[in-house]
């Protein structure tokens, strides 16, 4: 039964292809309504260009009604080096600024040599080269004294290298070390000559000994110093830290801020860094080289530096409260237009403290330059230009998705030639940006006032006179302004009520919002419509097709039927 579902088999007709044709014909509402759907999202694509067009002219106008376009200001600096700024309270002039005094910052100087000596007394037999307790450590290997070749056990004593000193010089040169100054002391009867281009031990930068064409040299600092990279409590400070609990925890302030620290797993380069990350107004460092750690305000000027602790805390054994040593920064000193001496505890000077509103001039260091400010035109100017393009984008988006023409008597339309809100939406911006303003007490309250004019017969904003647009944001900047922010009734006022009700508050919804909402809800309920269709276009063909069948199966039986009655009654031949 199954091959009778073949279009034709017996019947010779091929009902299939004419289903397939009926089908067709029956769904030509299907496909008009596709039609449909495809303009619908042709005019979506389309309000979604007036919408992108009318948001980037949104804010070129948001941009003209924002303070301190029309009034700012230009700094400009006569020498070079210096620069300068001023917003739109600087009063426009000339004035000469004369800088006498840079201005510095205040540093605290902890006390020098806070670590322990290299050895508590002359005796430095027990002293080993490995465990010196200087700055750097030593490295093995060789050094000169006199021409002679001293080598550098590690291992050994700071004794037994006093002694190869001796014995590689024939005694000739002695060596010891002075528990009083923490250096080592080299001492001849004659000059005695350190190094050559051949040492390969650090040992005389280490001990910071150097020729002085004498028979007696001595370190140039004392040696001992603190290791930052151990514990406080291993550190080698010759002061120890008593002002601890029991667990070894103690703290100070700087500048009122509590800084914690710990003597038994904190070291003083992690104290340090603690003491940076913290609002202390500060920087704190170590200084190898004096063995003491400074702290230097983060700002300039003749500020002091705040610093307390019980005693015996970690900042009495950094010597950073009874023996630290306050070096005060320097205030800028300088006059304006040749007055009195000024102060300034930055070395940018701001109206705090040359009383000229809204300027700031930054020297580079001392000397006079001449600061002249001036109306900044081009900032305005290049606002307005902006403006000017983002207005006459839209005006030619819309028109091109709204003209009509006609040519050889064929009317062609455009996407949105049937939208007449759309199109009514040109004409509403171009009245709002050229009308008069009302309630100005200015000759400037019209945009053909600045030199700014439709261009020709088009829809489309030029500036006509650059030259009095220039002069009035140089010389009537309120003027201006009051033409584009006049509350209510300026053009940026009058733009926005329209941009609210093309766009919505929020940059969606409003009237524009409102028609591609209509066309989305128009093309569901449209596709709705097609499966609808489709659906019961599927229901028709199984009826066409079922009937079909039973005519081809009813055509089979028949032949079926005439073939058994042909061998039932075969036909005689006649005699």
Request: no cysteine.
């Amino acid at each position: 039964m199954n091959s009778l579902q073949l279009s034709g088999l017996v019947s010779g007709f091929d009902w299939k292809s004419f289903v397939d044709q009926i089908i067709s014909l029956e769904r030509t509402p299907a496909t008009s309504l596709q039609t449909e759907i495809n303009r619908n999202l042709q005019k979506a694509t389309a309000l979604g260009g007036v919408e992108s067009r009318l948001t980037e002219l949104r804010e070129a106008s948001a941009a003209l009604n924002s303070d301190g376009v029309f009034n700012a200001r230009a700094a400009t600096v006569t020498g070079a080096g210096w620069s300068a700024s001023a917003d739109g309270a600087a009063a426009t002039g000339t004035y000469s600024f004369a800088v006498s005094q840079a201005a510095t910052t205040s540093r605290l100087l902890g006390s020098a040599n806070i670590g322990r000596p290299i050895a508590a007394t002359s005796d430095v037999t027990g002293v080993t080269l490995a465990a010196l307790g200087t700055g750097a450590a030593l490295t093995g290997g060789e050094f000169t004294v006199n021409g002679a070749r001293v080598t550098v056990d590690l291992a050994g004593s700071l004794d037994a290298l006093f002694t190869r000193i001796s014995t590689a010089t024939g005694g000739a040169v002695t060596a010891a070390y002075n528990p009083a100054t923490d250096k080592i002391e080299l001492n001849s009867a004659s000059p005695i000559v350190l190094g050559s281009t051949t040492d390969s031990s650090n040992f005389l930068n280490v001990t910071r000994l150097a020729n002085n064409g004498t028979g007696s040299v001595a370190s140039g600092s004392a040696l001992g110093t603190v290791t930052p990279g151990s514990t406080l409590a291993g550190a080698r400070l010759s002061t120890a830290i008593t002002a601890v609990d029991g667990s070894g925890n103690g703290s100070f302030a700087i500048n009122g801020v509590n800084i914690a620290y710990n003597v038994n797993t904190d070291t003083l380069n992690s104290v340090v860094t603690r003491i940076n990350a913290a609002s202390t107004g500060v920087t704190a460092a170590f200084d190898v080289a004096n063995d003491r750690v400074t702290l230097t305000n983060s700002t300039t000027g003749d500020l002091g530096i705040g610093v307390s602790e019980s005693a015996g805390g970690l900042l009495g054994a950094l010597g950073l409260t009874g023996g630290g040593t306050l070096a005060r920064g320097l205030n800028t000193e300088f006059t304006v237009n040749g007055g009195p001496t000024l102060t300034s505890m930055g070395n940018a000077l701001t109206s705090d403290s040359h009383g000229i509103a809204g300027l700031t001039v930054n020297p580079a260091g001392g000397g006079t330059q001449v600061v002249n400010i001036a109306a900044d035109t081009a900032s305005a100017r290049t606002k307005i230009d902006t403006f000017i393009n983002k207005f006459n984008a839209v005006q030619d988006y819309i028109e091109s998705q709204t003209k009509v023409t006609s040519a050889g008597g064929k009317v062609s339309t455009s996407t949105l030639s049937d939208n007449r809100e759309i199109q009514n939406w040109t004409k509403q911006l171009r009245s709002s940006v050229f009308s008069a303003v009302p309630g100005l007490s200015t000759s400037l309250s019209r945009l053909d006032h600045l030199g700014i004019d439709f261009s020709g017969t088009a829809a489309t904003l030029a500036v006509k006179d650059s030259i009095k647009l220039t002069a009035a944001l140089r010389d009537r900047p309120g003027e201006v302004s009051a033409l584009f922010r006049q509350s209510s009734t300026g053009i940026s006022a009058r733009l926005d009520a329209l941009f609210t009700s093309y766009l919505g508050n929020l940059g969606s919804g409003g009237l524009l919002g409102a028609q591609k909402t209509n066309l989305t809800n128009s093309n569901t309920s449209l596709t709705q419509q097609i499966a609808d269709i489709d659906r019961r276009l599927i229901q028709r063909r199984a009826q066409l097709e079922a009937g079909f069948i039973a005519m081809e199966q009813a055509q089979s039986l028949i032949k079926q039927m005439q073939s058994q009655l042909t061998s039932a009654f075969p036909e005689k031949k006649s005699s």
